[in-house]
């Protein structure tokens, strides 16, 4: 059963080292995913499963203890998903590389020095239809165990003439309705996020979002979203949800 949630950014920006000089302009949203961190681990959780959008042919699950790095942005050393449990095939882990996305949430996990519960990773295609990310998310949260988890996607990349995908002036309803639906604990609103619209925005976010969804249907959950900006013509967002009986 899902007993608690995180959505937080993904951008390999958020971490300082990565952005140098320009870190401080992300020090709001990493306030945010520490504060949405510290509500997962309030949860008491049997287990976290870190979902993010995958690259190409990285679509998959990552063992505890899997490695990733952002060595292509100068930074060396390496991040692992957790800390290698009795039951994790390690020569495995240490063989597949974490995506980016699954490396930032390593970053964010290690910064919070989380030790609440097992983790393990899951990349999603970002095309993936909704109707399967909606059933994937079923299959995490079906059981007895206390499931939580950290959702890493990003908004639309087309809120600006500078933003990646440069601007497309349907790109800020987008963002406000997905903000809306993430502070809400809106499971319908997300699914009902159309995947054309978000693929033409580069909404990486779309499919671990409806992951979420699917995971919370059925469920009383609670949101809060604590932060919403675009500070590089990107949406990010960090909520926080909950189970009708966790606080958050």
């Known amino acids: 059963m899902l007993v608690a949630a995180a959505v937080c950014p993904c951008p390999p920006l958020l ?46 699950v990552y063992p505890q203890g899997a490695s990733g790095s952002f060595s ?8 692992r998903l957790g800390e290698p449990g009795e ?25 919070a020095g989380w030790d609440a519960a097992p983790v393990e990773g899951l990349a999603i295609d970002p095309l993936l239809p909704p109707e399967r990310c909606g059933g994937t998310g079923r299959e995490l949260a079906a059981g007895p165990s206390r499931t939580a988890l950290l959702i890493m996607g990003d908004g639309s990349a087309c809120r600006t003439l500078k933003a990646p995908g440069y601007l497309d002036e349907r790109a800020a309803a987008f963002d406000a309705a997905a903000a809306r639906a993430l502070g809400a604990a809106d499971s319908a609103a997300l699914m009902a996020i159309d ?31 604590l932060y919403e900006g675009a500070p590089y013509g990107v949406g990010y967002f960090v909520a926080a949800w909950s189970s009708a009986s966790e606080a958050l």
């Open 15 to 60: 971490v300082p080292e990565v952005a140098a000089g320009a870190a401080p302009e992300l020090d709001a949203a990493r306030a945010a995913c520490a504060q949405a961190l510290d509500g997962l681990a309030a949860a008491r959780p049997d287990r976290l499963v870190v979902i993010g959008p995958a690259g190409p042919g990285e679509a998959g």
């Open 87 to 111: 039951t994790t095939a390690v020569p495995e882990a240490r063989a597949r590389r974490l995506p980016a996305s699954l490396t930032v949430a390593a970053w964010l996990l290690d910064r």
């Open 72 to 79: 292509g942005y100068g930074v060396d050393g390496d991040l």
């Open 195 to 225: 995947a054309s619209l978000a693929g033409e925005l580069k909404a990486a976010g779309r499919a671990p979002w409806q992951v979420l969804a699917g995971a919370a249907e059925g469920t009383r959950t609670a949101g809060r979203l």
